[in-house]
């Protein structure tokens, strides 16, 4: 079965900071619970700039695991050859 991923880049405020990184449990428990994988990444030289990666089985799980209406464009896996 494919795979979906959502991805999006937020770019948070300094002021900010410290409540998305304590959001982010759970939102990764929300996902999980679909179950979907959601991992973050913060660029390596820009503070405050983070990229999302929403993974699951499906659309619906990739929707289930956003707020609603909050679903970033999606990808498909597909197979070489």
């Not at 990184?21 to 973050?40: G, Y």
């Amino acid at each position: 079965m494919a795979r979906v991923l959502a991805m999006q880049e937020r770019v948070v405020a300094r002021a900010e900071r410290e409540a998305y990184l304590a959001a982010l449990d759970s939102r990764r428990a929300r996902a999980a619970a679909v179950p979907a994988h959601f991992w973050v990444f913060e660029h390596a030289t820009d503070s405050g700039r983070f990229v999302e990666f929403t993974e699951a089985a499906s659309e619906d799980a990739i929707a289930a695991a956003h707020e609603h209406g909050a679903v970033p464009g999606l990808w498909r896996e597909v197979q070489g050859g």
